[in-house]
Structures are given as structure tokens and as C-alpha cells.
């Protein structure tokens, strides 16, 4: 659960806690702060049957860029804004060249309709038309 679930992987856990619930508020609409899902799942062994439960809850969710983006920047373990760890580390090499300089929440959307499930990038002319700009 987004609400409950406190992310192991933070690289700074006092980083984690600094932040205001107001910059934390994404976390109370995510699909997986209900009761019924098992926040296990989220921590399951890639391509288990409780993985892909996880990753089914993160492709429905409402607030998936809000956590993908803290994901990335705050290095989360496990699957959060629907991606395996795995799945986001390709994304921060192949997609963000291992910069997270200018990483926003904007950036975070598009990475929806550039990147497949997997981490690897799909669309090159997404990316392509918006340096014509
Ligand atoms: S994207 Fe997934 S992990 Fe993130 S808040 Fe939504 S359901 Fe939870």
C-alpha cells in the first residue's frame, strides 16, 4: 500500500520522512491503499503470480506518475508506478541517461508512452518531435 507501505529502498529514510503530506498526498488515492491487496505482492519475485498482481493494481492506479516519479528519484525498492525495480533502473540508463537533474513529474507521464513494461524505450519519435520544439 502506497498510504502504509514506507519504502525500503530510500536512499536517505530521514529524506523520506521530511516530506510534507501535502507532497505525500498522491499516496492516499493509490490503488494499492486498500485492504484487500497484499502489499507483499509489490516485493514478490519478478514475473511471480503476485508480481504481475502487483503490476496489474499499478496499471489502473490513478496517482502511477506521482509514484513512479518518487520512485526514481528516491530509488524505491520493488514495483512502484507500475515497474519492477529492474524495469525502472533501465529507464534511468537507457531513457534518462543516469541523470536525474532536470527528472520531473512531467517527465515521469511521458515515460507511459516511451517505455514498455519492461524499461525499454518504444517510441523514439515521441522524443524525437519534442527536440524539434
Ligand atoms: S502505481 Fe502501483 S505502487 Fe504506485 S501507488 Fe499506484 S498501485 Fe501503488
Not at 502489499?39 to 503470480?49: A, E, G
Not at 530509488?75 to 532536470?102: M, P, S, V
Request: charged content about 25%; aromatic content about 10%; glycine content about 6%.
Amino acid at each position: 500500500m502506497a498510504g502504509t507501505r514506507k519504502p525500503t529502498g530510500y536512499k536517505k529514510l530521514e529524506d523520506f520522512n521530511m516530506i510534507s503530506a501535502s507532497e505525500n498526498g498522491w499516496r492516499l488515492k493509490a490503488s494499492c491503499n486498500k485492504k484487500e491487496v497484499d502489499t507483499s505482492w509489490f516485493f514478490s519475485p519478478h514475473k511471480s503470480l503476485e508480481a504481475r498482481k502487483a503490476l496489474s493494481i499499478c496499471h489502473s492506479c490513478p496517482v502511477k506518475s506521482d509514484c513512479l516519479y518518487n520512485a526514481i528519484m528516491y530509488q524505491y525498492h520493488g514495483i512502484w508506478g507500475g515497474f519492477t525495480q529492474e524495469a525502472r533502473n533501465k529507464i534511468i540508463t537507457l531513457y534518462l541517461g543516469n541523470n536525474l537533474t532536470n527528472f520531473t513529474l512531467e517527465s515521469a507521464k511521458r515515460i507511459y508512452d516511451e517505455v514498455d513494461s519492461t524499461g525499454i524505450k518504444v517510441s523514439i519519435s515521441i522524443n524525437s518531435s519534442r527536440k524539434k520544439q
